[in-house]
């Protein structure tokens, strides 16, 4: 078998190596346009998953690698004077130089041909004359590029300019320094790699860059200016360069991975930003799959379409986590009010690879400060510290999200509504919002959608909240009140969603007369009169949410529905007054808040639930969504309940988990006002770890309490805490500890035979 690699970096010299190592009658040829000892950066830092991995698939490699580590467990913050440090992390790393060096010998010993200084071939020659062609040749890989038809990559520039950097002393632990300039937040990334030397990477956003003048300057003059900005972090001492120049992140994102017999490795396959340290990790990760899957599958074509089905999923995991690290320093302005421990906490559990359960283990003093500083009261969780909205108190932070049950009969919610919201009311949740309750029969979604547009359906839910005030004493029941707008008139979701009935269909009004999808109903643009008529009818359904004893009420200006249909420019084309502009736009959901506010009893609150992106082109973006959020905060809502898309069909989300968080945490911060986080958040350590940072107040899960009605009193019982925050109804008191599953205390073997 002939292999041709294109590029020497560490991913390609280690596939090299591996494949070598395990047949060694393969031809192998590497091709590495640099000298041998010409590279970019500094350092390396190594997880110790991926030293397993190594130490498993080449002892040789490991072992040279071990005897030149620097290892250390401390993460120091250092904001506005104040270093907070927290322990127990865990780090190793090693100069690029030495980590080439070892890959270099490793190749050589085993007959692998290295050719440095030395363009390689075009992809096509190389694919004609060889069995496989590893493409290890960078974020800028010009073999990506030479079948970008048949790889789709997307590239994404961020932000923020970085350059690369050392210092001739080791930082005792990793280091994020911030300094607040006259230009603006610039931030520096150290960690040791040897025991004279550190990697030193300074990042700033764009426009601060430009303002400080480094856009300008020289590479020497911009080094020497780092190096003031930061004396203190660098002891006075100078900064050097490896040929470092400024430059800006490039995500990329490849949907094939493989094309004939070529296969991406490492950045030219995908990247992941600096500041979770994943780069040269990934790219040695993908070689140690590769190389299995070349063991064990018959052919290349089956290896390469293994490994890429291995590596993706990994990979995007990864780069989910990436992608909010990168997001949350671009956006470090926001956070820079928060108390010292705070600020330091959200600066580690950004990526949301570190939680707040994970970082107690590695450092508990730390966390415990942390929690003291927020107000936590003695061994209490921060999702059971109380919240206030208003007149109303929430014991927790959890809300049940509001989720349609589309099992109601006339408008009326019947016994399968009593059950299911009382059922997860008595499950400890400090706030239990019903489904979109509609104010008319035209705005219902489906036949099956609840109402409050007539007296027997105000009944019906006054029948709920006295079941929840009587038996769930301490849970607040929350009303969800919208308009189903050009999404009406559907299916029940487990029948088809958003899909038209196919019979008994009523006529639908919206904002502009354009239809959900192609098959969808077209709807009427509503009138200067009707626009009136549906502001009085959510003011009566309001009143009667009043009588029918909520707590609160939200306004439901999310998804699509009728007044997130005057919200973006997507499905709002009208040219009167109630289009056009953000504030046009904004002006009927704003006349129906107040008018909803102005019925609803002034001692308990209202909230409104937007989408914050449509996740579409043209549509709804998060600096949109915190200038409507604003605008309802003026008007007297008490906090935002931040969703996302299902505007419009075409939409494109980016899921994962708690991927609908940023844009809570960024109203909350630019906008000031209280938020709810929705999205994909399922543990009550990522409860937790979004509480205490400050990114969010209160957390909405909708399927979770689906699968387990007593979620928030589960999570109590896992993390052990009994107080007022998960108060147990008395029936079931003895339930609040976990059930034993089976004997764990067996006496173990004491020696293990074999041969036998």
Request: some cysteine; glycine content about 8%; hydrophobic content about 40%.
């Amino acid at each position: 078998m002939r292999v041709a690699v294109i590029g020497g970096g560490p991913g390609g010299l280690y596939a090299a190596a591996l494949l070598k190592r395990l047949d060694p009658s393969r031809e192998i040829t590497v091709w590495e346009r640099n000298a041998p000892d010409e590279t970019f950066g500094f350092g390396v830092v190594l997880s110790d998953e991926t030293l397993g991995g190594i130490e498993h698939a080449d002892p040789v490699v490991y072992d040279a690698l071990q005897r030149h580590f620097v290892r250390w467990d401390d993460i120091d913050i250092v904001h506005r004077g104040a270093t907070h440090r927290s322990g127990g992390h865990g780090f190793a790393a090693l100069g690029r130089r030495r980590l080439l060096q070892i890959l270099h010998d490793r190749c050589r010993s085993l007959g692998v041909d290295l050719r440095f200084s030395t363009e390689a071939p075009h992809p096509d020659t190389l694919s004609a004359g060889y069995d496989l062609v590893i493409a290890a040749d960078g974020v800028h890989s010009t073999t990506r590029a030479a079948y970008a038809d048949a790889f789709r990559p997307r590239l994404t520039e961020h932000r923020c300019r970085y350059i690369w950097l050392a210092a001739d002393f080791p930082f005792d632990a990793f280091r994020f320094e911030i300094a607040e300039t006259e230009h603006g937040v610039m931030q520096l990334h150290g960690y040791p790699y040897a025991a004279d030397a550190s990697t030193v990477i300074v990042e700033m956003r764009e426009e601060v860059w430009k303002a400080a003048g480094f856009d300008d300057a020289t590479p020497r003059e911009s080094i020497e200016r780092c190096a003031k900005i930061f004396a203190d972090a660098l002891r006075g001492r100078p900064l050097h360069s490896n040929n470092s120049v400024w430059t800006t992140f490039r995500t990329v994102v490849n949907e094939h991975w493989s094309h004939a017999n070529v296969v991406l490795l490492g950045d030219a396959a995908h990247t992941a930003h600096f500041s979770i340290g994943s780069g040269t990790k990934l790219a040695v990760e993908d070689a140690l799959a590769l190389a299995a899957c070349l063991e064990e599958q018959p052919d290349t074509a089956r290896a390469s379409a293994a490994y890429e089905q291995e590596r993706k999923p990994v990979v995007a995991s990864t780069q989910r986590a990436a992608r909010a690290s990168l997001e949350w320093f671009e956006n470090l302005g926001l956070y820079l009010g928060q108390p010292p421990r705070q600020f330091a906490f959200n600066l580690l559990t950004r990526s949301r690879r570190v939680t707040h359960d994970n970082l107690r283990l590695r450092d508990a003093r730390f966390t415990e400060a942390v929690e003291r500083e927020f107000g936590c009261p003695p061994a209490t969780p921060p999702m059971f510290t109380p919240f206030r909205l208003r007149g109303l108190t929430l014991r927790n932070r959890v809300v049940v999200s509001p989720m349609d049950m589309y099992s109601a009969t006339d408008g009326v919610p019947g016994d399968f509504h009593l059950v299911h919201l009382g059922a997860r009311a008595l499950g400890g949740a400090g706030l239990v919002m019903t489904e979109m309750v509609c104010v008319s029969e035209e705005g219902r979604i489906t036949p099956g959608c609840t109402g409050l547009y007539t007296g027997r359906q105000a009944e019906g839910w006054r029948r709920v909240t006295d079941f929840v005030h009587t038996q769930a004493p301490g849970t607040a029941i929350g009303v969800q009140l919208g308009h189903a707008g050009r999404k009406g008139s559907t299916k029940p979701m487990w029948e088809g969603m958003d899909e038209p009935l196919p019979r008994g269909n009523w006529p639908l009004v919206a904002a502009s007369p354009l239809p959900y999808k192609p098959d969808s109903q077209t709807p009427r643009q509503l009138s200067r009169a009707q626009l009136t008529d549906i502001r009085e009818q959510f003011t009566a359904a309001a009143w009667r949410a009043a009588r029918a004893g909520f707590d609160l009420l939200e306004l439901h200006c999310a998804h699509g529905y009728l007044l997130s249909g005057f919200l973006s420019p997507l499905t709002n084309h009208r040219t009167d007054a109630y289009g056009g502009s953000p504030e046009r736009r904004l002006r009927f959901p704003l006349e129906v808040f107040d008018a909803v506010r102005a019925v609803w009893p002034a001692e308990r609150p209202m909230t409104v639930r937007i989408s914050a992106t449509d996740w579409a082109e043209g549509g709804t973006r998060a600096e949109d969504a915190v200038e409507t959020a604003r605008a309802f905060a003026a008007h007297g809502a008490d906090a935002i309940d931040v969703s996302t898309g299902q505007v419009v069909a075409e939409e494109r989300p980016e899921f994962g988990r708690s991927y609908q968080t940023p844009f809570a945490d960024r109203i909350r911060h630019e906008a000031g006002v209280p938020v709810i986080a929705v999205g994909a958040i399922s543990s009550w350590d990522d409860v937790n770890s979004l509480i205490l940072a400050g990114r969010t107040d209160l957390c909405a899960l909708g399927r979770p309490h689906l699968y387990d009605p007593h979620w928030t009193l589960h999570a109590a019982a896992e993390q052990g805490y009994d107080g007022p925050g998960a108060v147990w109804p008395a029936p079931y008191r003895a339930g609040s500890r976990r059930p034993q599953t089976g004997r764990t205390d067996a006496p173990k073997p004491r020696l293990s035979l074999t041969g036998f």
